[in-house]
């Protein structure tokens, strides 16, 4: 590749002093691989080539000498690249100098943006060509060696005759604008009348126009109608010294379609001009208009198929209300004319006869159990009442005291401890602690039932356990307990219809809680469950 020299005639003799001037390069990078791999590669360009370690060192340096450029590394721990370029445009020794980000990983078009917002020339991805990044870097070697022989020559300067001055000048310029017209980006000088003043190769590609159909034209004649009112507050935002920010919008193609830019821009107020930046975005806006489609389709679906699931719920469960009333009404009849059989013909029927009117009797008052369980499950959630705060110790109490008969005949105890007040329904409560409670007392052991109700606050709300001494429950069964007509244990032995724990479990996940077993055989149950929610003020006190 050319040499920032090549092509030009010998420099006069004023020129000279400049010939052999050695600058600084500032190399910004945490890992000595990297800083051993970029000094290998500029090695060659004679200069002094200045290490630093990390962004503070960097600041360090640029207090103690000036740099032609800096190769700053993006991503740095404790200060990145970015937070490393602010503070050095900060500083008015260094507001100037050129930076060129390096990094390994793309961030995505709003981090390139981001650096040349903070006044980055370039942003090379890693691995870099060697030969590209020293083309680049001697770029801005040369213009801070000419720049610094044009301050020596300031006082000689002002008797050079205008044309030759004209010409210094005007080499000095096409040096700091050779990034300008090589960059991928759409870039340009803009206007603060709105005008297009300069423009790079890239507008070519880009929109189908050439910088030279371009020049003069007010870049709001291109801007799609839809955007053009945003579009000018943007620019009018920064004229009055706003910071700068990132702008999206429609540029017309040659081919009569729009085409949507990202920009970065940035405003000289004394030039009077904006350095602008546009990289093409349409894809990335299809690939969301797509997406945004997809989802609002998605969104249709899910409501239509939730209003299919409420009819179908509705239907079901007005089918179990009706369902359960006619079957209750025959079951009545059967129950009572088998009881008035028992009564009528008692002793005069053989033995045979007797236990199968008990046989009958028992299968009636099962269904009716079984009736009113099924009934219970289904209303479960029915009509979603929303939640009221609700004592957690009246529930227990509530559902203790409509056990009192099973309680009183198993010899049962049955304590509890202090309860919060949480947004729930009362009835769901009341349920839920009397199936848990009539579980514990059903499956005792041995010894007289002894249960234990208690409450304490953990981090996804309040957990509640009700533990117990009963003949306790084999791990590998301990899911199947939750599961509706799930039974363990024969009919005869432990009565029941098998569906009170499947109700604790729909009242309790139908509340974003979640409930489960501790147990072993012969050692007791403990059956937890966790509730949302805070404890409103006025929560139970009782006395644990």
């Not at 600084?24 to 004679?46: F, K, P, R, S």
Request: proline share 5%.
């Amino acid at each position: 590749m050319p040499t920032a020299n090549s092509g030009r005639k010998s420099a006069p003799a004023s020129a000279a002093p400049a010939a052999g001037l050695k600058v600084n390069i500032l190399l910004v990078d945490d890992h000595e691989e990297n800083l051993l791999a970029l000094e290998t590669v500029l090695e060659g360009l004679g200069d002094n080539l200045v290490r630093a370690r990390s962004g503070k060192d960097a600041l360090k340096r640029l207090l103690e000498e000036d740099f032609a450029v800096i190769l700053l590394d993006v991503q740095m721990p404790e200060m990145d690249g970015f937070e490393t370029a602010a503070l050095i445009r900060e500083r008015e020794r260094s507001k100037h100098t050129p930076i060129i980000f390096l990094t390994a990983v793309s961030k995505g078009e709003m981090q390139v943006a981001r650096g040349y917002t903070l006044g980055a020339v370039d942003y090379i991805f890693k691995p870099f060509v060697p030969e590209v990044l020293q083309a680049k870097v001697s770029v801005f070697v040369d213009l801070f060696k000419k720049t610094e022989q044009v301050r020596a020559q300031a006082q000689r300067l002002r008797d050079v005759e205008g044309r030759e001055h004209r010409r210094e000048l005007g080499q000095v310029r096409a040096q700091r604008n050779r990034f300008f017209h090589l960059s991928v980006d759409m870039m340009c000088i803009l206007g603060f009348d709105g005008r297009l003043k300069e423009l790079n190769a890239a507008w070519g590609p880009g929109l189908g126009r050439f910088p030279g159909e371009l020049g003069g034209t007010r870049l709001a004649d291109l801007v799609h109608p839809e955007d053009r009112g945003r579009s000018a507050l943007f620019w009018e935002a920064l004229k009055s010294g706003a910071p700068s920010a990132p702008l999206e919008n429609r540029l017309l193609h040659a081919d009569g379609s729009y085409r949507w830019l990202s920009w970065s821009v940035v405003a000289a107020v004394r030039e009077g001009v904006f350095y602008a930046a546009a990289r093409d975005i349409t894809e990335r806006k299809r690939d969301e208009e797509r997406l945004r489609e997809m989802n609002e389709t998605l969104e249709q679906k899910v409501r239509e198929r939730t209003r299919e699931l409420e009819r179908s719920n509705s239907d079901l469960e007005q089918f179990a209300f009706l369902a359960s009333h006619d079957l209750r009404e025959p079951l009545r009849k059967i129950a009572g004319f088998t009881q008035l059989l028992q009564n009528r013909y008692k002793g005069r029927l053989d033995e045979t006869a007797d236990t199968y009117l008990g046989y009958v009797v028992s299968g009636v008052c099962r269904m009716e159990d079984l009736i009113s369980d099924l009934l219970e499950y289904s209303r479960v959630g029915r009509g979603d009442a929303p939640p009221q705060p609700t004592d957690c110790g009246a529930a227990v109490d509530k559902a203790v005291s409509n056990l009192a008969v099973a309680i009183e005949e198993a010899g049962a105890s049955v304590t509890r401890g202090s309860m919060p007040t949480l947004p729930a329904q009362a009835t769901e409560l009341v349920s839920l602690f009397q199936n848990l409670v009539s579980n514990a007392v059903k499956f005792r052991g041995d010894a007289p039932p002894i249960v234990r109700i208690s409450s304490r606050r953990v981090e996804e709300g309040w957990e509640f356990e009700v533990k117990d001494n009963g003949i306790g429950i084999d791990p590998v069964h301990h899911e199947r307990v939750f599961a509706i007509f799930k039974r363990l244990h024969a009919r005869d032995k432990y009565p029941g219809t098998g569906i009170g724990l499947a109700i604790c479990k729909k009242i309790v996940e139908r509340r974003g809680g979640r409930i489960w077993i501790e147990s072993e055989p012969g050692r007791g149950s403990a059956f937890r469950f966790v509730l949302p929610g805070s404890a409103e003020p006025g929560a139970d006190g009782a006395a644990p």
